[in-house]
């Protein structure tokens, strides 16, 4: 089994910075994708930033220039530096990493349990 752990989410004033962590952990052979999703009440979950495992990147229109994705591959981690935050990226924030398990074999979704990110005005 594969489990993504996260961590750093939190309540800060609008235009605060916080940084999350997400550790995957387990069976792993590769992991291709890995990503931050996120999901507000009443909305629909979508990708905040993505980046595959050779370091291309790809931001949602609203973070582009305050958030930033990285990895590093040696520790199956990925992570999110969020600056100047607003009021409108509270949300629940997931990690999400494409997985194989193993080698020759398909790749499968797996999922953070989720961290809560609120931002006060």
């Known amino acids: 089994q594969v489990q993504l752990v996260e961590s750093g989410g939190g309540l800060v004033q609008a235009g605060g910075s916080l940084r999350l962590s997400c550790v995957a952990s387990?069976?792993?052979?590769?992991?291709?994708?890995m990503g931050w999703y996120r999901q507000a009440p009443g909305k629909q979950r979508e990708l905040v930033a993505g980046i595959t495992s050779g370091g291309s990147i790809n931001y949602e229109d609203s973070v582009k220039g305050r958030f930033t994705i990285s990895r590093d591959n040696a520790k199956n981690t990925v992570y999110l530096q969020m600056n100047s935050l607003k009021p409108e990226d509270t949300a629940v924030y997931y990690c999400?990493?494409?997985?194989?398990?193993?080698?020759?074999?398909?790749?499968?979704?797996?999922w953070g349990q989720g961290t809560q990110v609120t931002v006060s005005s």
């Open positions: 387990g069976s792993i052979f590769s992991i291709s994708n």
């Open positions: 999400n990493a494409v997985v194989t398990v193993v080698a020759g074999t398909f790749e499968y979704d797996y």
